[in-house]
């Protein structure tokens, strides 16, 4: 029980969380290229369960997982630089355009080269889709069971992990049996920042189509330094079913997408004043709108 | 027949307010799409969940009793409701978007294969054609729901999978029991036959849910904060005027983050929608995630020290100026020339 292995799933996402008005273009649609791309927030806190983890058992192995295009790396970088052991994006256009159903199965797929595993932690859900879907969806495409809303992972022993769970109106704790999918509430604690040893060593960690721009001999060179590859598998790589990735295996399809235009009103401007406020709640008596 | 089916959610021998919601919208697309309405009840002690929901207009109620269905846990009652489906073959399932819905359709949706859209906040019936191979649609459900923080509006549909499955944000959808209904019919589920002891791998150990205190969907007046009341003494001054006006505190996202007040008496696409006669939105800037769950209100006053604010451009009356100057010149000139 001392050398757990622990996949954590994460998402690079456009920052929706902020969009301001330099995000937004004249006609009041997303200039979606003009939000940053950054670490889902949610999965920082799945990365901080899992570095506790591994603090109590420092033999763990802690996997970071993601499915994206190929500056997603910078997401993998991310998490070695706050203590992840290795990461795997899993890369290829035949994913492009997959819903929450598809995404769950390519992630499984992979999931299933990495096992044996005892812990697969996540975030609640993406801020770009806020579904709460691949986590669950993945634990029951690998057959094994879920706990939702983590706040806090408790024992690990015999096999078991007591969880900690965070529901709308309260708090639950539940006992289940590994492997196991966590997904991790933002209630839980927030990530540790950045190691300044393990950022020297790991920001020369790349992908094969990272290192293709530079001019050296990248083969040898990361021969010699495995610990600064992160692999990037493609759909051949974790042999999935074409016909399940992608727009073809997504039941989901967008329709119509409109974009949120409020109506402006005929707004009338008070002022603070005593006699502003006095003629505003005479008027609201007046027509009832007040008793 | 492809009916309609929505999961009921049980907390304590009561069916929970979203499920009575979705269970109205639901009647009326079953009525449009000319197919029955199917309700599922999971859980303990089940006798008075028929007297809840038939006044809803539910034609069938299935009901899976067993001591160990409550409280929820994932797999068995994902079980069941996937056993029922592939039984019954329901063209569209429903579900709560909340911690048992958010937690549930997922795992019932994967191991169907059938497409999944989350967190709706309109339902409609509609058809499609499909250009690319020539493909008209009749009847789908079109599944509303904002995505991208709130920014876009996004229409999505299931053309091909069956069920069509969605979760429906709660307090969206209004809840109305008819006037005049006749009681469906009960059948009972074979539980134990359905489940197995190894669907039984999480074990709740300890359990502490609160009660719901407040319920500002139904008031008539809120007096709702923002992040820009400053502080919880200053919010003190918004449970003032609401409990003169006989209304109740709502509040922004950035405020309860701030910890001003409790999340339950959150507005908008992360809390509740409400539709008050009176909205008096007090240091709340007006993010489209806010606007979307109170713009329907019927008559709004911002009062706010950004001539800017975004909530200005919606709001029927602006007051510039501080809130804790504002409000309580409201609550005196109220008090002066109220009878």
Redesign the interface.
Known sequence: MNHLRIIVLAKQVPDTRNVGKDAMKADGTVNRGALPAIYNPEDLNALEQALRIKDRFPESEIVLLTMGPGRAAEIIRESMYRGADRGILLTDRKFAGSDTLATSYALSMAIRKLEPYSLILAGRQAIDGDTAQVGPQVAEKLGIPQVTYAEEIGEIADGKVTVKRRLERGVETVVATMPLLVTVHNSAPPCRPRNAKRLMKYKYAHTVSEMQHSNEDYFAWQNDRPYLRIDEWSVDDVQADENMLGLSGSPTKVKKIENVVFKAKESKVLAPSDADIEWLVRELIHNSTIG | MNNLLVYCEIDEGQVAEVSLELLTKARSLAHQLNCQLEAVAIGASLDGIPDQVFPYGVDILYVAEDPRLS?Y???PH?SIVNRLIRQEQPQIGLFGA??IG??L???V???L???????CTQLEIGD?YEKRIDTEYKNLL?QIR????????????????RPQLATVREGVMKKEPLADFRAGEIRKLPVVEWLSDTDF????????????KVNIKAAP?IVAGGYGVGSKENFQLLYDLAEL??GEVGASRAAVDAGFTD??RQVGQTGVTVRP??YIACGISGQ?QH??GM?ES?????INKD?NA?I???????????VG??IP??IR??K???K
């Open positions: 409280p846990t994932t797999i994902a909340t911690s958010r937690d359709a997922p795992r949706a994967s191991a294969r059938s497409g999944l859209t989350a967190d499609h079109y904002p995505a991208f923080g709130g920014n876009i509006l996004a229409t999505i549909i299931n053309p091909e999978t791998v999480v074990e709740i150990i300890d359990r502490h849910i609160e009660q719901r007046i006006l006989g999340h339950e006669k009176l489209i606007r979307a713009e019927s008559m709004i006053i911002s001539p975004p200005n451009h919606i709001a029927d009356y602006t007051i510039i100026g501080d100057e504002v010149k409201m000139y109220y002066k020339n109220s």
